[in-house]
């Protein structure tokens, strides 16, 4: 006799989180412990989104698909986001006061945008969901977002606000990266899948944040070290010698 329990489908998943007390897949209205990586972190947003959870059982069985929290060390919004592949991105946000704040992906120091797997590969303000209705009639559900948890609105409210489109913020920069590199295991892409991928599940992108966190409030404070105009704190080192310094 098959004592398993079956999985309930992704669109019944779909339906459960439509029809739950709060909005739109998600699990708390107030700041609750999550763990991971083998601490906890305070949640202020655990969404769970069935429409990206991959098909089959995996390590992505047990995962949320949206977690937005506070780095504890350095006070930055940090948010792990389940992509529509299946894999999860990372983001930290960052104010107007620091030296990155507004710069595009491409203009990120290499110091800096290799500090995470694959490097920086996204680099926008908030998720601002007027764009979203001029371009798709709709605004981007709360779930799907990058959007800030720095000056958010309090957890509770979450119950009777089911989108963020009455808001602006124009006052957190977003810099993100993926794990859909080779060598990274994408789980809907079952056609492209190599011996030896590997899947980044959510222990190993939440030490990436923490890691970007941590080397973007680094920056910010060297900056504070030197007097004003003063920007030799911004220059790199030199390159590592390839050829034993000769």
């Known amino acids: ?51 990206r959870k991959p098909d089959g059982d995996g390590p992505w069985s047990n995962e949320a698909d949206k977690i937005a929290w ?42 800096i945008a290799q500090t995470v ?32 948890v720095t000056r958010t609105r309090l957890v509770q409210e979450y119950r009777t606000v089911q989108t963020t489109e009455d808001e602006f913020h124009e006052d957190v920069w977003w810099l993100g990266f993926d794990t859909n590199h080779p060598g990274d295991l994408v789980p809907d892409r079952t056609w492209d899948r190599r011996k030896g991928d590997v899947y980044r599940d959510q222990h190993f992108v939440y030490q990436n944040c923490i890691k970007l966190a941590r080397k973007l409030k680094s920056m910010m404070e060297a900056q504070a070290d030197h007097p004003e105009g003063d920007r030799s704190w911004r220059l790199l080192p030199p390159p590592a010698s390839t050829n034993g310094g000769e």
Request: aromatic residues 8%; charged residues 20%; neutral net charge.
């Open 1 to 51: 006799m098959n004592t398993m329990a079956k999985r309930p489908s992704k669109k019944s998943a779909i339906a459960k989180a439509e029809a739950s007390k709060l909005p739109d897949g998600l699990v708390n209205e107030a700041p609750v412990a999550y763990h991971v990586a083998g601490t906890s972190i305070t949640a202020l947003q655990i969404y769970h989104n069935p429409d």
């Open 117 to 148: 797997h694959g490097g920086v590969t996204y680099s926008k303000a908030c998720e601002v969901n007027r764009f979203a209705r001029v371009a798709w009639g709709e605004p981007r559900k709360e779930r799907y977002t990058v959007c800030h």
């Open 70 to 111: 506070i780095d504890a060390e350095t006070g930055l919004g940090c948010i792990m986001l389940r992509q529509e592949d299946g894999t999860i991105s990372g983001y930290t946000g960052v104010g107007p006061d620091h030296p990155l704040f507004g710069f595009n992906v491409d203009a990120i120091p290499i110091g």
